[in-house]
């Protein structure tokens, strides 16, 4: 049994900073990878941002130098730092983990959510 569970969306100028955080908890042996998606109305669910255990990341070409993803292992968080956000950030934010539970097969696990939103 895992949850993910997310923090820090909310409505933001534009050219302003978020920062989202998603702690996994539960029957977990290994995490093996982390990220974030992103969902807009009417569009595709898309990777934004991910992390290996092994601390490689990856990033939408979107959001590069924009974005950075970080995450504290003896946590079980991973973090995306948002600056110069953009109107088209606007969008369901999804915490993703790929997991290895400690009597289950690897899997991937999603959060609830949450929102986004850069306006004036």
């Known amino acids: 049994q895992v949850q993910l569970v997310e923090s820090g969306g909310g409505l933001v100028q534009p050219g302003g900073s978020l920062r989202l955080s998603c702690a996994a908890s539960?029957?977990?042996?290994?995490?093996?990878?982390m990220g974030w998606y992103r969902q807009a109305p009417g569009k595709q669910r898309e990777l934004v941002a991910g992390?290996?255990?092994?601390?490689?990341?990856n990033y939408a070409d979107s959001v590069k130098g924009r974005f950075t993803i970080s995450r504290d292992s003896a946590k079980n968080t991973v973090y995306l730092q948002m600056n110069s956000l953009k109107p088209e950030d606007t969008a369901v934010y999804y915490c993703?983990?790929?997991?290895?539970?400690?009597?289950?097969?690897?899997?991937?696990?999603w959060g609830q959510g949450t929102q986004v939103t850069v306006s004036s």
């Open positions: 993703n983990a790929d997991i290895k539970t400690m009597n289950g097969p690897r899997g991937g696990y």
């Open positions: 539960g029957n977990i042996f290994s995490i093996y990878a």
């Open positions: 992390i290996t255990g092994g601390g490689r990341t």
